[in-house]
């Protein structure tokens, strides 16, 4: 094929983002997503990050997000975890980043996913491998944080249509994606199970207003 492939903006959070601009009350979404689609980021080359010719003959939608980073697979293996933050000014990413990661992490770990680590800029980790990734778009008064955890994720797409990304986080050791990314799944939680993305939802819901105090003044 000649010429990069049409994308498709990532709006589904958008309603929550505007939302939390016009009220100033912070929100998040805990979703499964339903089909198969790539996901590129604002910055993310086609040329070094796809293997474009797949997605065209598959007819998979490209949806390009606000946010960094590198370009991923979604499917139905995949939980999102999206939170949108009413943070005055401009500033205090690295910070507010850290703090919605941590909240995170331990709410994984009250939901009998233990020992998560955030390695690299953004990812997940557990023992070394990657169970999530993570974004973020900061405008102003607003932080906008996603991550896609890989429940039970079909490994064989991500090989199929992402390339090795031109760039990468030390830890990761020039890894291929099989190696270094793990779904829970394999590491013997029932995520898939009703019961455990609810599990999550409800704890994140409920330590939401302990999040929005800590970045209040980042």
Not at 107 to 124: I, K
Not at 169 to 198: A, C, I
Request: glycine share 10%; hydrophobic share 35%.
């Amino acid at each position: 094929m000649s010429g990069p492939l049409a994308t498709v903006p990532f709006d589904f959070d958008d309603e929550m983002n505007s939302r939390t601009r016009d009220d100033l009350v912070s929100r998040v979404r805990v979703y499964e997503w339903p089909d198969v689609a790539v996901v590129i980021g604002r910055g993310g080359k086609q040329e070094l990050e796809l293997k474009t010719d797949n997605i065209a003959a598959d007819g998979i939608t490209l949806y390009k997000r606000p946010g960094g980073g590198c370009s991923v697979v979604l499917d139905p293996g995949n939980l999102i975890v999206s939170v949108a933050l009413p943070i005055p000014g401009l500033g205090g990413i690295k910070s507010a980043f850290s703090a919605v990661s941590q909240w995170l992490i331990t709410a994984l770990g009250r939901c009998e996913v233990p020992h998560v680590q955030q390695q690299g800029v953004s990812d997940l980790v557990i023992d070394g491998r990657k169970i999530g990734g993570s974004c973020v778009y900061r405008t102003k008064g607003l932080l906008y944080y996603s991550t896609t955890l890989l429940m039970d994720h079909d490994q064989g797409l991500v090989d199929r249509y992402l390339k090795h990304p031109p760039r990468e986080p030390d830890y990761r050791k020039g890894r291929e994606h099989k190696k270094f990314m793990v779904s829970l799944k394999e590491l013997g939680v029932n995520s898939q199970e009703t019961r455990w993305s609810s599990l999550l939802r409800n704890d994140l819901k409920g330590s939401l207003a302990n999040l929005s105090q800590t970045t209040k003044c980042i």
